[in-house]
């Protein structure tokens, strides 16, 4: 697999590295949680005027067109800045969803507001079962319109967006449905993720007209964009990860007992080669997944996207547990980096499918291709 990147992509990367690196310290992101609103709209415009969140917008929709690859680079930079905002779910999943299924006037309006930062939109679509159950919200026709009735669980970043995306059961399969955040009929209930971020559960019980449907049948197209949206987020997981290395080897250097660095004592120099591994394993297997999203196997990509959320789940997990244990008591303080990171960590074990539902995806898809 071929991991070298243009100019243009490293540009890219480096560029929001450096943004955020000067604009977004962690005492910005504490007052930026600690707000009512959980988010900065001067932080959102500012990416806006980066081009970030057109990024997944094909040139011809008046996007950049990075693709898979400029994401993934985006995606580790936002992931080493433990960004807030809703560049994942607005950026990543939202605009792919529009990009795939929406059509006309619309689809040019949707992503022209997106691009620009005037709106966030989110794709509603967890519920309260497994990842990979089957969804019980429903959209039923209903006189000129549609029915949709159903709860949808932890929509990362609803409260802040105008626009939710509602996958949703149909007699056709499955469909989904533009609804705006204040329709009559739909009752949002904000909560606060374990790193910060918002979220909501959402009751829905209320009419839509026709053309709140986007596209028609979306079973593929709501499936290659949750794919493409694990990708990132695995990506996000890999920029988290490079920082609670990095932060933990420094601390290990300034850290002196007995009259030496304990980071030259071999027990820990053995602890932080192990998390190096754990490290570049997540780096390949994010590489593999963002690397099958580029391709038309919809079943390798299937495969490769769930190979990621395992092996960077694991990777989250014991990284993020050797960090704090390697800071000792001050390893949960929010003064330093590492708890911040262990909790983003932790939120993505648990995001889009946990790592037991994954591996077991996986033990799935390997007895039905060996039958």
Same mark, same amino acid.
């Given at each position: 697999?071929d991991?070298?990147?243009t100019?243009?992509?490293? !540009?890219?990367?480096?560029?929001?590295?450096r943004y955020?690196?000067?604009?977004?310290?962690?005492?910005?992101?504490?007052?930026?949680i600690a707000?009512?609103?959980?988010?900065s709209a001067? #932080?959102?415009?500012?990416?806006?005027?980066l081009?970030?969140?057109?990024?997944?917008?094909?040139?011809?929709?008046?996007?950049?067109?990075?693709?898979p690859? @400029?994401?993934?680079l985006?995606?580790?930079a +936002?992931?080493?800045?433990?960004?807030?905002?809703p560049?994942?779910?607005s950026?990543?999943?939202?605009? *792919?969803?529009i990009?795939?299924l929406?059509?006309?006037?619309?689809?040019? !309006?949707?992503?022209?507001?997106?691009?620009s930062? $005037?709106?966030?939109a989110?794709l509603a679509h967890?519920?309260?079962?497994g990842?990979?159950?089957a969804?019980?919200? #429903?959209?039923?026709?209903d006189?000129? @319109?549609?029915?949709?009735h159903?709860?949808? %669980?932890?929509v990362y970043?609803?409260?802040m967006?105008?626009?939710?995306?509602v996958?949703?059961?149909t007699?056709?399969?499955?469909g989904?449905?533009?609804?705006?955040?204040?329709?009559?009929?739909?009752e =949002?209930?904000a =909560?606060? +993720?374990?790193?910060?971020?918002?979220?909501?559960?959402?009751?829905? $019980?209320?009419?839509?007209?026709?053309? %709140?449907?986007?596209?028609?049948?979306?079973?593929?197209?709501l499936?290659?964009?949750?794919d493409?949206?694990?990708?990132?987020l695995? %990506?996000?997981?890999?920029?988290?990860?490079? *920082?609670?290395?990095?932060t933990t080897?420094?601390?290990?250097?300034?850290?002196?007992?007995?009259g030496?660095p304990?980071?030259?004592?071999q027990?820990?120099?053995?602890?932080?080669a192990?998390?190096? !591994?754990?490290?570049e394993?997540?780096?390949?297997m994010?590489?593999?997944? +963002?690397?099958a999203?580029?391709?038309?196997?919809a079943?390798?990509r299937r495969e490769?996207?769930?190979?990621a959320?395992?092996?960077?789940?694991?990777?989250?997990r014991?990284?993020g547990?050797e960090?704090?244990?390697?800071?000792?008591?001050?390893g949960?303080? $929010?003064?330093?980096?590492v708890?911040?990171?262990? *909790?983003?960590?932790?939120?993505?074990?648990?995001?889009?499918?946990? +790592?037991?539902e994954h591996?077991r995806?996986?033990h799935? =898809?390997?007895r039905?291709?060996? %039958?």
């Open positions: 697999m991991v070298s990147f100019e243009e992509q490293q !540009m890219l990367h480096d560029s929001i590295r955020l690196a000067s604009d977004y310290p962690l005492e910005h992101r504490a007052k930026t707000g009512e609103d959980g988010w001067d #932080t959102w415009r500012a990416l806006a005027d081009g970030l969140l057109a990024l997944d917008i094909e040139e011809a929709d008046g996007g950049i067109g990075a693709g690859v @400029g994401t993934m985006v995606s580790q +936002t992931g080493a800045g433990l960004l807030l905002e560049f994942h779910s950026a990543v999943l939202a605009t *792919r969803v990009s795939l929406g059509q006309g006037e619309r689809r040019t !309006m949707l992503l022209d507001a997106l691009a930062g $005037d709106a966030v989110v967890d519920e309260d079962g990842w990979f159950d969804r019980s919200t #429903t959209a039923e026709p006189g000129d @319109g549609w029915r949709l159903g709860r949808k %669980a932890r970043h609803a409260p967006a105008r626009w939710l995306l996958s949703a059961r007699q056709d399969g499955s989904v449905f533009l609804v705006e955040r204040d329709a009559e009929g739909m =949002l209930r =909560l606060r +993720t374990v790193d910060g971020q918002r979220a909501a559960d959402i009751e829905l $019980d209320l009419h839509l007209p026709a053309d %709140a449907r986007l596209g028609g049948e979306a079973s593929a197209a499936e290659q964009a949750l493409h949206g694990l990708a990132a695995c %990506a996000d997981a890999l920029g988290v990860l490079d *920082r609670t290395l990095a080897v420094q601390y290990t250097r300034d850290r002196v007992q007995f030496t304990i980071g030259r004592f027990a820990l120099q053995h602890r932080m192990d998390m190096y !591994m754990q490290v394993q997540a780096r390949s994010s590489y593999l997944a +963002t690397s999203c580029l391709g038309d196997d079943q390798a490769a996207v769930s190979g959320k395992v092996v960077v789940g694991q990777a989250a014991r990284v547990q960090a704090v244990q390697l800071h000792g008591g001050m949960m303080t $929010d003064e330093l980096d708890s911040h990171c262990f *909790r983003r960590l932790l939120a993505f074990e648990l995001r889009m499918g946990t +790592t037991d591996l995806a996986l799935g =898809l390997a039905a291709e060996a %039958a």
